[in-house]
């Protein structure tokens, strides 16, 4: 099942250095930084902090670190908001050496298309409720069923649970095999994984599944700024994942949208943000290996 989540640490001594792997209960291996700010790059997180610099000015009018610190602060959310910096800065220090999956890309032999659930949300009225597929979600597994036509592959592994804050009564899992199956998928083929709460989970619970199967090559489909991540700890799992790329499905389609401040642009920016946070806290827990430009193409 993997390794247990651990701190990397190296004492020093007289005589050399020794490397240490301190134990972290599950139950605690939490991102905080990431969480805080995603917080802070969000809506309402947006609103806070122009409040608080409202509710500065007005006790400090005079204030020059004041008016300067909001100002900066204004501008710094101006930026993160156009759509085109996260963009190249994920570019930059994610995706670069990133490509469109092609059937060449795999070897003979016994395939399995892996496809990484990005979440949804619930539909209520009264009490019904139904699970919808997020756009990133979407984009994933019709990355996936593209693939799937390409090559023609035994089988699709379809994966993402709940996380521990969820409020879905339907896992990305299953809402990606359901809209598989509706695009032509025979249900036979389709192998289900709803038991994970994050990347590092996934890669664990599908590498036995994987072995069972007697799979061969996997392709691995996600968005093309978390494929770093989940390329990495499928590597650390003991498999060499061919990236199959989706990119982001609210991207622009026109000037406008990458050069004026939109809400998705600000989203982004938290993503790419994200990504970056989670390869720095997986590789300091020993969880993998891989930095954020350490994938290639092949």
């Given at each position: 099942m993997g390794r247990e989540p651990s701190l990397r640490l190296e004492l020093r001594g007289f005589t050399g250095r020794y490397p240490v792997l301190l134990p972290i209960p599950r139950d605690v291996t939490v991102r905080p930084m990431s969480s805080v700010v995603g917080f802070l790059l969000s809506a309402p997180g947006v609103v806070l902090v122009m409040v608080a610099g409202a509710i500065w000015l007005t006790i400090r009018p005079q204030s020059k670190v004041g008016r300067r610190s909001v100002l900066a602060v204004a501008a710094l959310y101006f930026v993160?908001?156009?759509?085109?910096?996260?963009?190249?800065?994920?570019?930059?220090?994610?995706?670069?050496?990133?490509?469109?999956?092609?059937?060449?890309?795999?070897?003979?032999?016994?395939?399995?298309i892996v496809i990484l659930g990005g979440g949804g949300a619930t539909a209520r009225l009264e009490d019904l409720r139904v699970g919808i597929m997020n756009q990133e979600t979407a984009a994933r597994m019709l990355e996936g069923y593209r693939v799937y036509r390409l090559i023609g592959a035994e089988w699709i592994i379809s994966s993402g649970g709940l996380s521990t804050q969820a409020t879905l009564n339907e896992t990305s899992a299953e809402m990606m095999r359901d809209g598989l199956v509706q695009l032509g998928v025979p249900a036979s083929r389709i192998v289900v994984e709803s038991e994970s709460r994050d990347t590092r989970d996934e890669a664990i619970l599908i590498g036995p599944m994987l072995r069972r199967l007697g799979a061969e090559n996997l392709v691995l489909v996600t968005s093309d700024i978390h494929m770093p991540r989940a390329r990495a700890v499928f590597r650390e799992e003991g498999w060499q994942p061919i990236p199959a790329i989706a990119p982001d499905a609210r991207r622009p389609i026109d000037i406008r949208g990458w050069v004026t401040?939109?809400?998705?642009?600000?989203?982004?920016?938290?993503?790419?943000?994200?990504?970056?946070?989670?390869?720095?806290?997986?590789?300091?827990?020993?969880?993998?290996?891989?930095?954020?430009?350490?994938?290639?193409s092949k």
């Open positions: 993160a908001s156009l759509y085109a910096v996260p963009f190249l800065a994920g570019r930059a220090l994610l995706t670069r050496q990133l490509r469109p999956f092609e059937p060449t890309d795999v070897k003979s032999g016994r395939t399995a401040p939109t809400t998705h642009g600000l989203e982004y920016t938290e993503q790419v943000v994200h990504e970056l946070l989670g390869i720095v806290y997986y590789r300091a827990l020993a969880w993998s290996s891989a930095g954020a430009t350490g994938v290639d």
